[in-house]
């Protein structure tokens, strides 16, 4: 903090103070990579290659929806990766909850996590709508997995509009972690129900499959491939967006101090003036 | 004194508001009947669909109006700062929350016996003796699941800029099992399509958990989510 | 390959949709970072 002058009206240009060059973006101390995530980024690179060369090339095609199989190594990871990301954050919110401090690191990581875990349920639905047209012949269909998939989304989606209301850090921690913590008693409900709701009603007869296949040994270790991978992308995220997470509240603390000392120096003479 | 206590006065004074302001009476009820109305042009007012969908609409129409009824229900606390005064001076979270579920809850009950009014004259739906107590069970069920979840999301909401838009956007995906399970609970009720009374029933349970299970949830989150 | 469109088209959407998001949490984590000295950033 003593090193910036909070009236510094340069917010893009690095600070000078820290005594390094301005423009080599490459520096640890100007992004939130670190060693790890470096690690890790070129991991997830070879992994996802690994699985493209795997899902698009070497494994067969399936008896039943022969190539169409392709799409379940990316489809069943990125799903995958939504259901952990929602776990994750529901984890993180409790634990914010029961921790004595408070700590507002797993506030982020529910927040970052949930963020990430919307954008893979979007990417799912998407695909997933490609695979249902190859293989049902219809884009979406009525199931219980689906329907409850959507829902999903929505909630998430609503759970990160409930992040960005405003107020405090603090409020806005204990807002979403019980808001995280009342989906999880949402989810299964509403997955009974609909899955209550379709066991109800006659299944289609045309396309008879549900999305589950047997699979042959280089077909599982194709996915195993992609969820491998997806899961590496998961951390390498999660710990970029966790990281921008904390500065955002920094920056955010510290524009608040900016504007009290502003508003005392304002008020300072005009106090000895009376 | 003691949360029941509180929180029946919370209801009574809730709906002695609405008596008075006639907020109720003369806009939330017409926002439901015309609702009903417009439900028909989309269907084009084929009264064989129509007898099809309408226990669907009623619950429809049903909840469209919650989101109206939370909005006017925590308006009325947030305009003068109402709910705060109520956590400084020491009052229950969860009878506050409470209290305001039941005031909910019986406006609720009371639109859902209009609308059901309005499908029976509208959509030419006929109400049989042998459903009446699979009827009025779901009725009342499934308001105690909506009522629970809309006065949560509702004290969420309360206080903030573009709380008009945050509400359905949470309520509806939460209260979508309601809207499954008493549509169907009603068909069975009514008899439609050729519904059986007996399907009715697992229905009305599940509407039952879904009550407990928000009713449980929100009164334990209700106090952190308002404390600010 | 059969249904060659749908099946490159969902890899494509997958991982375009996933570089898009990881660049842009770089970007803004790099425009952050920017303004933020090193010792408060908990990760250097």
Known sequence: MTTIDPHEPAADQPPTARGRPAAEPLLPAASTGTRATRVLGIATILAMAWLVAFGLGFSPADRDQRESVRILYVHVPTIWIAYLAFVVTAVSSALYLLGRQRSLGWDRLAGASAEIGVVFVAVTLAVGAMWGRLTWGVFWQWDARLTTTALLFVTYVGYLAVRRLGGSHQQRARRSAVLGLIAVVEIPLVHFSVKLWRSLHQQPTVFDTDGDVDMDGLMLFSLLVGVVAFSLLYVWLVMHRTRAMAMEDLLEDRGLDAALAARRAEAAPAGRDA | ?228 | MEDAGFILGSYALVFGTVALYAWRVLRHARRLARQIPDGEKYWT
Do not use: H
Not at chain 2, 28 to 50: C, W, Y
Not at chain 2, 59 to 70: E, I, K, N, Q
Not at chain 2, 76 to 104: F, Q, S
Not at chain 2, 198 to 224: H, K, Q, T, Y
């Open chain 2, 1 to 228: 004194m003691s949360p029941w206590r509180i929180a029946r006065l919370v209801a009574a004074k809730d709906l002695r508001i609405e008596r008075r302001s006639r907020v109720v009476t003369s806009q939330v009820l017409p926002f439901a009947g015309i609702t009903m109305v417009i439900f028909a042009f989309a269907l084009d007012a084929n009264q064989r669909i129509l007898e099809q969908v309408a226990p669907g609409l009623v619950w429809l129409a049903t909840m469209f109006s919650l989101l109206v009824l939370v909005q006017r229900s925590f308006a009325v606390e947030t305009a003068d700062g109402a709910l705060d005064a109520m956590r400084v001076a020491g009052v229950d979270a969860r009878a506050i929350y409470l209290g305001k579920a039941i005031g909910l809850g019986v406006q609720l009950l009371v639109l859902e016996v209009l609308l059901l009014a309005a499908a029976v004259i509208l959509y030419g739906e006929t109400i049989r003796v042998e459903g009446l107590v699979l009827l009025v069970t779901t009725l009342i069920s499934a308001t105690c699941g909506l009522a629970a979840v809309g006065t949560l999301y509702g004290g969420l909401a309360a206080g903030f800029k573009g709380r008009e838009t945050l509400l359905p956007l949470l309520t509806l995906p939460a209260v979508a099992p309601v809207l499954i399970g008493a549509t169907r609970a009603v068909e069975a009720a009514l008899g439609t399509a050729g519904a059986v009374v007996s399907d009715g029933w697992p229905w009305v349970g599940l509407l039952i958990v879904f009550a407990v299970a928000f009713g449980v949830g929100g009164s334990l989150a209700f106090g952190p989510l308002i404390d600010e």
